[in-house]
């Protein structure tokens, strides 16, 4: 049985199980020693060591990876037109998104008829400025940016020591075959880390699923369903027609070649702690050449919220509708505007697009308590949204790849069940 085949076993059981426990807790499963205790001594501790294991080799994988694929580069590929294609793509389709949200979300009118009297407290915090968000991607202290995760600062200290490597002569290739090296240990890691998947991903999801349960979507049920259509609209029709119209390839090869990612973007809500894996899966399975998936991906795990980006505009029309106001054509511009430049920046952590929708809310003039109408549900919506988020990712790493001439298409259209973490085994 090959491993993404495991996983979602593994998901699957961990849903039920986790319902089970919840029904048979009457919902309540705090107040049930034993599950409480199975819940946060087990499924939490073996899903909590899980992903720290996967963000262990976030900052090592992104950074070394990134060296090699830009010092590799060589004349043929500019990194300047790479960048550009690739932060173009990820703004449209962030744009696209965050329209299509306003879009049906106007159509439907989730947020009609809520009773604001039970709002939940919500504090948001303070959101930086643009001009100290387009400051902050250089850093001063490399060292620092690692070990505070800043995704954009190792992006751009990455390039830096690839760029020079590649002109530094001799002292330069012997320093790149040291980190072509390092990057086949740490790619070793990641496939050692994957035997332990399925278990992972079991824990995770029995211990959410028996604390969420339904009653909150049931709650929330118009909400959680315009959510749910738009992001799949978003993967399966915006995704799929971008991809077959710039890549002339077909878009249900991409996506299942994907699988793997996709699977556990759903499971641990995180686009940082599955970014092992979509660069993994972007390289062996995709076919994408490791000079444009190591800048591409590692890119969009923090600039590429689509996801986010449709939870932003839903929920600001669920929110303005339930507190009974309109908002303008300039505000929607407003919200489309501000929720594409939210995502630039952003964490690719459980729970961030909260984070981010308090700054749309406040540029329209909207209630920020309002977004305590949606915390019960945001959970589960959260991993639907970094599953879109993931899939873009691999979208667009495509796309750049075949433009650039260095999209590998037999491996493309390998659709051999083996997967690639066999194969490693194997060789």
């Not at 990820?90 to 008829?113: C, E, H, Q, R």
């Not at 909400?223 to 878009?251: C, D, E, K, Q, W």
């Amino acid at each position: 049985m090959q491993l993404s085949s495991k996983i979602l076993i593994g998901m699957v059981l961990g849903m039920m199980l986790g319902l089970g426990l919840n029904f048979m807790s009457g919902g309540n499963p705090e107040q049930t020693p034993l599950i409480a205790w199975l819940v946060e001594y087990i499924f939490d501790v073996v899903g909590q060591i899980f992903v720290l294991s996967l963000k262990l080799l976030v900052v090592p994988l992104v950074f070394v990876s990134l060296v090699c694929g830009s010092a590799s580069m060589g004349e043929d590929v500019k990194m300047g037109r790479i960048a550009l294609k690739t932060i173009s793509l990820y703004l449209v389709t962030t744009a696209i998104a965050i329209s299509l949200a306003l879009t049906f979300a106007n159509i439907i009118d989730p947020g009609v008829g809520i009773n604001t009297t039970e709002v939940a407290n919500f504090a948001a915090n303070p959101t930086p400025s643009f001009k100290e968000v387009l400051i902050g991607i250089f850093p001063s202290n490399p060292i620092k940016a690692m070990s505070d995760g800043n995704m954009l600062q190792i992006i751009v200290f990455a390039i830096l020591v690839g760029v020079a490597i590649l002109q530094a002569g001799e002292s330069g290739q012997a320093t790149l075959r040291g980190f072509r090296k390092i990057n086949d240990v740490i790619m070793r890691m990641v496939t050692i880390l994957m035997h332990f998947a399925p278990y992972g991903v079991f824990c995770l999801l029995a211990k959410l699923f028996t604390y969420q349960g339904f009653s909150a979507i049931i709650n929330l049920a118009l909400y959680f369903g315009t959510m749910v259509l738009v992001l799949f609209l978003h993967a399966s029709v915006i995704y799929s027609s971008l991809f077959a119209l710039l890549t002339r390839l077909n878009p249900l090869t991409l996506f299942k070649n994907m699988r793997p990612a996709l699977l556990f973007a759903f499971s641990t809500a995180s686009s940082n702690a599955t970014m092992p894996i979509t660069l993994n899966v972007a390289r062996t399975r995709v076919g994408a050449h490791n000079s444009i998936a190591s800048f591409t991906i590692p890119l969009g795990a923090t600039v590429n919220m689509d996801g986010t980006a449709i939870m932003q505009g839903v929920a600001t029309v669920f929110i303005a509708q339930a507190y009974g106001l309109d908002l303008s054509m300039a505000e929607y511009l407003a919200v489309i505007a501000t929720a594409t430049l939210a995502s630039i920046g952003t964490a690719g952590v459980p729970g961030v697009g909260l984070i981010t929708l308090s700054m749309v809310l406040q540029q329209v003039g909207l209630p920020v308590e309002g977004i305590g109408l949606i915390i019960g549900v945001d959970r589960l919506l959260d991993m639907l949204r970094t599953t879109v988020n993931v899939s873009g990712d691999g979208m667009v790493t495509a796309v750049v790849a075949e433009s650039e001439g260095l999209l590998d298409r037999d491996v493309f259209n390998d659709l051999s069940d083996q997967d690639e973490y066999q194969k490693a085994d194997a060789g």
